[in-house]
């Protein structure tokens, strides 16, 4: 069993059933989130007997790391094995401010999966395939661990590494409490961001739950018909119905959200895709994020994104320019780990 698919009611209920007080619950997660202790018989706060227990019962860590690799840029990838073999990856990230004096944040990008359902056309993760669902210590551990290895602590967290977090809701959002509880890793829910492919009955469940993160949502597209082309979900979903979840979740959260775009050479990045996009950014307060497409054809035998190619960088300046004069907010994102393959979205293969 892993410690860290219990919350603190959870855990007060099981301290009950071994008979022992239910304030160890608290101490216990103490040891775990707040001084990120290894092993069990670390906790002096705890009587022997009960430590023994613990050790007995439970595995500290729900995962391992197999393989890390260091970019010039700073940025650090882990490969993560799990306890059936499967592998995930999370990319640590650190931001400075414009001198390279300070450290503005540490951002950690997480997965929720191992593979994915989704199979998007662009993406590596989606060749895979769903391997299967992470529980919500293997989503924790990949913070804990990476914060032991590099020494640091991590303020910022983005689920945009493998798998679609709202098609893993009931772990991802224990995973989520657990970030942001008091007794957990006491994180502020603005600096979590949940990257979904619009899953639209979850964006409508997700306000509702306690603490609700940052939304962003990947649209790739601006109608119906191009972004079924490139995310077979989105084939059964109406993009009004989507973009209409997006609002209720502002006007619920008043969190500005952030659309996430991929734009593809002559297929999402003429002029009309710019100012159809603009209009969507009116609806809430939010902006786009434009991703550089990174080219994973090598890794397609087949399939629709065989065809899909990178739209260059003057391209995209021009794309994003007329997002502005139409009065849309954009920001351009500056790809992380280029030379370890360890931008986001491209997290299966290598
Ligand atoms: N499933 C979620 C989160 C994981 S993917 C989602 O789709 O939002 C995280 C981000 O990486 C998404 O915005 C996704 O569109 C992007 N991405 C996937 N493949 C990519 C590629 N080859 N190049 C650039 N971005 C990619
Ligand atoms: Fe899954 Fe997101 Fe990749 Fe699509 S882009 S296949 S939803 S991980």
């Known amino acids: 069993m892993y410690l860290k698919n219990y919350n603190l009611d959870e855990l007060k209920s099981w301290c009950v059933e071994q008979g022992v007080e239910q304030y160890r619950a608290a101490q216990i997660l103490n040891a775990v989130y707040t001084n990120n202790l290894g092993d069990f018989t670390q906790i002096e706060t705890l009587p022997k007997a009960f430590r023994e227990k613990l050790i007995k019962t439970f595995e500290m860590f729900s995962i391992k790391i197999s393989k890390v690799r260091k970019s010039v840029d700073g940025s650090v990838k882990f490969l993560f094995e799990l306890h059936d073999g499967k592998h995930i990856e999370a990319v640590y990230m650190p931001w400075y401010d414009d001198d390279f004096d300070t450290m503005e944040r540490i951002t950690l990008c997480i997965s929720s999966m191992a593979g994915c359902p989704v199979e998007c056309a662009f993406c590596a993760t989606g060749t895979l395939g769903l391997l299967r669902n992470l529980d919500s210590a293997e989503i924790i551990d990949q913070i804990l661990l990476v914060q032991k290895e590099l020494g640091c602590e991590i303020t910022n967290i983005v689920f945009m590494g493998m798998g679609e977090p709202l098609l893993n809701y009931k772990n991802v959002v224990k995973s989520l409490e657990i970030m942001t509880a008091e007794w957990g890793l006491n994180l502020s829910r603005r600096k979590i961001t949940l990257s979904t492919v619009g899953i ?4 409508k469940q997700l306000h509702k739950e306690i603490r609700p993160v940052k939304l962003a949502l990947s649209l790739h597209a601006t109608t119906d018909e191009t972004r079924g082309k490139i995310i077979p979900l989105a084939k059964n979903l109406k993009l009004s119905e989507l ?3 997006v609002e ?5 959260t008043k969190m500005p959200v952030t659309y996430e775009y991929i734009p593809f050479l002559g297929f999402n990045d003429t002029p009309a895709d710019a100012r159809r996009l603009a209009k969507i950014l009116k609806r809430v307060p939010s902006r786009v994020n434009i991703i550089p497409f990174n080219d994973i054809s090598f890794a397609m035998p087949s399939g629709f994104g065989k065809e899909l190619k990178p739209t260059p960088k003057n391209l995209i300046l021009e794309f994003g320019d007329i997002i502005r004069q139409n009065g849309g907010r954009v920001t351009i994102r500056d790809t992380f780990g280029q030379d370890i393959e ?9």
């Open 342 to 350: 360890a931008a986001c979205g491209q997290l299966a293969l290598s």
């Open 200 to 203: 639209t009955n979850r964006i």
């Open 243 to 245: 973009l209409s979840a």
């Open 248 to 252: 209720e979740y502002y006007r619920e």
